[in-house]
């Protein structure tokens, strides 16, 4: 599976942006897919989740009624619309998935990772 994330790119505080992740290779459908962020010096960290089924979503607390994950399984894609943006929100975003379906928090329990793509929204 190789996962390809877009939407990156300078933002002014407070405004919106709309990431994408197309997986290719096979299908997703059936696996986890979820977010994962980083910035300089600092650890990997959970964004959202959402399972195949679309059914349960979780997001870390830091993004928490600020920012959707969706998924869109006829196109083998998942999105992360970032609203009310803050300097902290800048970090390059990893598009990730679990093909075991559990889903989580930690990064080491997922299978496949993207490149990622920057988000800066500068103080």
């Known amino acids: 599976v190789q996962l390809q994330a877009s939407g990156g790119g300078l933002v002014e505080a407070g405004d919106s942006l709309r990431l994408s992740c197309v997986a290719s290779?096979?299908?997703?459908?059936?696996?986890?897919m979820a977010w994962f962020r980083q910035a300089p010096g600092k650890e990997r960290e959970f964004v959202a989740s959402i399972r195949w089924s679309d059914t349960k979503k979780d997001y870390g607390d830091s993004v928490k009624g600020r920012f959707t994950i969706s998924r869109d399984n006829a196109k083998n894609s998942v999105s992360l619309q970032m609203n009310s943006l803050k300097p902290e929100d800048t970090a390059v975003y990893y598009c990730t998935a679990d093909k075991y379906g559990a889903g989580s928090s930690v990064p080491r329990n997922y299978d496949y990772w993207g490149r990622g793509t920057q988000v800066t929204s500068p103080a």
């Open positions: 290779g096979r299908s997703v459908n059936l696996y986890t």
